[in-house]
């Protein structure tokens, strides 16, 4: 269930094996914050190294990452009891709140959470 981890989301690697090139989709990391207990979680999944490479890897690259989410300057909208997301990936970054997140990115953050166990991590 757990597919490779670690490393930057924006890192798109190059194995360099095949000489051709290849179409690299990098990381993805999800990271939650927030809820009544104020735990970060993160799921941080190569896309390349997973087994759901084929589907996950085109759909990441289409979405609109400069178009959605707010900036990391824009307040949160999330309450004490409410989560708020940040996507990263080599196209970018966007910052949810848990009711602003659209149908799509929420499938993603869904899919994800299927194959990454998460990471709890110290906020800040």
């Known amino acids: ?3 490779t981890l670690a490393g930057d989301p924006r890192d798109s690697g190059d194995n360099g094996s095949s000489g051709q090139p290849a179409e690299r989709f990098g990381r ?6 927030g809820g009544i207990g104020g735990m970060l979680l993160v799921w941080d999944v190569d896309i390349d190294a997973s087994s759901r ?6 759909r990441i690259a289409e979405l609109p990452w400069s178009d959605s989410g707010q900036s990391e300057d824009a307040p949160q909208q999330a309450g004490a ?6 996507i990263e990936s080599r196209y970018g970054r966007v ?7 659209p149908p799509e ?5 869904d899919e ?4 990454a166990e998460p990471q709890r991590r110290q906020p800040g």
């Open 53 to 58: 490479r084929d589907d996950l890897g085109p």
């Open 105 to 109: 990115w929420k499938q993603l953050v």
């Open 1 to 3: 269930m757990n597919d």
């Open 81 to 86: 009891d409410r989560f708020a997301y940040l």
């Open 95 to 101: 910052r949810f709140g848990e009711s602003q997140l």
């Open 28 to 33: 993805l990391l999800v990271e939650r914050s």
């Open 112 to 115: 994800v959470r299927e194959v």
